[in-house]
């Protein structure tokens, strides 16, 4: 964990810290400091009454990452559908992502790392000498240190003020992430995974278009090929504080409207939700078959997939150039 002193920053004054082990703490310029007890830098204040974020954060702390006696999260017995057939497919879909990582390096940031819940998705840090775990849950990131150990530094941040220096991360993955946060907080979020970016870095980002216009298409598809009952392809979730984190995506035009000071290019991570394939696909040769055609067309297409589906897989890169490199929220034109 030496290293970790190395590539953090004061959330509040943006300057560097310094790591006091004895006393678990990091202090900063003006005086604010902050914990580092079991190796988690922590970052965050406690959930107020007026955290637009109190929902997500709540769910997490409080039972998200808790797991059955099968060994599954909580969240992923939410979100994800765990019968053979759609689980072979959406691991599929994360394989699919790792390409991007391949080249490896010294940092990669897991942005919302939570505790690294599929093995599909450690694959991605393979790599690099160090992967940095951000995350608002702490009992997420001490399940994600038993998985990786000296191989990780742990930090519970802010996503739309990250506690990490500008320029010192080589790659950085966010997965199913940034959508939890309220709308007016996203655009920061994506600036700040930018500007972390050493030049010449990859961000890979899955998002969630509101609204898209393919998944109402597969789903015509599924009804003839698979009969069933025609249903309503993946409604989006009712936020409720009790049992889920909230859930805020926004269209594919309000991100080509943003005035991003980086270029991007759109993959696609899945074109459909977890209720297409809890409804519409059979855990049997039929589903097994519509899913490979699925998967085959999101490689042929996945610009289109990543715009007109319901996952996308943004992909945003730092220049080399460093004129271009610099933290200025200036037009690099829409993609």
Known sequence: ???????????????????????????????????????????????????????TRAFYEEGGWATDSDGLYEDTKKFVDTRPTSLRFTRACMERLQKYFSKGGQYLLDAGSGPIAHKELLGYGDNFDKRVCLDLSVPALHEAQRKLGDRGIYLQGDLTNLPIQSNVIDAVMSYHVIYQLPPDLQAAAFRELWRVLKPGGVAVIVYWWAEPKLPWRVQRVANMLLGGKKQQPDPEPQTNPANV??????????FRSQDWPFPYKLDTYRVVGNSFLQNSVPDDWRGAAFLRLLMTFQRLAPAYCGKHGLMPAIVVKKAHTPELSRYVPVAMGKR
């Open 245 to 254: 984190p909230d859930h805020n995506p926004l269209s594919f035009e309000w």
């Open 1 to 55: 964990m030496a290293d970790i002193a190395e590539i953090v920053r004061c959330p509040s004054t943006h300057g560097p810290l310094t790591l006091d082990r004895t006393m678990e703490k990091f202090g900063s310029q003006n005086g604010t400091a902050y914990s580092f007890g079991d190796n988690i830098g922590r970052f965050l204040a406690p959930v107020a009454a007026n955290d637009g974020n109190r929902s």
